[in-house]
């Protein structure tokens, strides 16, 4: 049976809260989407406003179930530290992938998109096309 | 020829001007940036020091593919990976050996500024730290000490730049009459460059 592995869900922010925050209301609003796995990974390791590289590789390491971990991060060196240890082995999972979507709307694409069992292209579609919904 | 040590010296005479002018950089930063980039450069640096100090890496890859990987894991802003990336890049490029050419140190940088383009997607006259590296490898060519003033000429010629990148891009023209923090430590960076070499010369 495979029907455990869900694509993970790391969410990279600047602030701790925020990342958590966002993962609870995806999760939340996803509704029946307690299987996903999605894990924060905000601000430094001392609780500061910033980016962790090691959150970040922890946080992958604990939603990758083997078939893909999507990372989403708000801004500037959230991006940037997902991008270094991309470019370096060993740091993030088989099958990590930075997905260029907006922080919140692309979570919750992200995580209700996962947990149809939809594989990491799948995922990945549903968060980059969140870039699209427009509010006016 | 360079070896470990004059590597390990080059991030040693970085780490102590990163502590000495981290209040400079953090008041570059506050009127351009976040206003923290004093105290990331200086936990980043220091952290570097450290982990050469208890790892003792014996060729000059090593020392700074260490120094890179410490820089990301450390610093928490986008200079980590950017500074990061330029290290470790730069260190890749020396694969295993012993000692390596002024030469191919240069060759190595320009290997790692690339590194750093690409990543943060800055261009030369962006006000970013590009605007000290571009120049301090093409004068690299002629000497330690003309990288190093290339470098310090460079960062200052940021100031009547606009940012085009990071968060200094959000102020518009505003960021215009501002040294750049990041081309500033950049310098600081090429001139522990300069002084390794100085140390060097006078064993």
Redesign the interface.
């Known amino acids: 049976m495979s029907d455990d592995k869900f694509v993970g869900i790391v969410l990279v922010s600047h602030s701790a809260e925020v990342a958590a925050s966002v993962g609870a209301l995806a999760k939340g609003l996803a509704g029946g989407a307690e299987a996903v796995l999605v894990a924060p990974a905000g601000g430094t390791e001392d609780g500061g406003l910033g980016t962790s590289a090691e959150l970040i590789s922890a946080a992958a390491a604990s939603v990758d179930r083997g078939v893909g971990v999507a990372l989403i991060a708000d801004l500037g060196s959230a991006v940037l530290t997902v991008k270094a240890l991309l470019a370096e082995e060993g740091e993030l999972p088989d099958g990590a992938r930075l997905v260029d979507a907006p922080f919140l709307e692309g979570a919750v694409a992200a995580v209700v998109t996962a947990a149809t069992g939809a594989d990491l292209d799948t995922v990945e579609a549903a968060a980059v096309e969140a870039y699209g919904y427009r509010k006016v | 020829m360079l070896d470990a040590d004059f590597f390990r010296r080059w991030m040693t005479a970085t780490a102590t001007s990163m502590n000495r002018e981290a209040e400079r950089l953090t008041a570059l930063d506050s009127a351009i940036g976040d206003a923290?980039h004093g105290s990331?450069m200086q936990r980043g640096f220091s952290a570097v020091r450290a982990a050469l100090e208890e790892e003792a890496p014996d060729t000059p890859g090593a020392v700074l593919t260490l120094a890179g990987?410490r820089l990301?894991?450390t610093v928490?802003?986008?200079?980590?990976?950017?500074y990061?990336?330029l290290l470790?890049r730069a260190g890749k490029a020396f694969g295993d050996a012993a000692e390596v050419s002024e030469k191919q140190l240069a060759e190595a940088l320009r290997a790692g500024v690339d590194g750093v383009m690409a990543?943060?997607g800055a261009a030369p006259g962006d006000k970013t730290m590009i605007d000290a590296l571009v120049p301090a490898v093409d004068a690299l060519g002629d000497g330690f000490a003309a990288a190093r003033a290339a470098a310090e000429e460079g960062a200052v010629a940021t100031t009547p730049l606009q940012a085009r990148k990071?968060?200094a891009s959000y102020l518009g023209e505003r960021s215009i009459g501002h040294q750049d923090p990041g081309a500033t430590s950049s310098a600081l960076l090429i001139a522990g460059l300069a002084e390794a070499a100085t140390g060097a010369s006078g064993e």
């Open positions: 923290d990331n990987r990301i894991s928490g802003g986008a200079s980590g990976p950017l990061g990336t470790r990543l943060g990071g968060r």
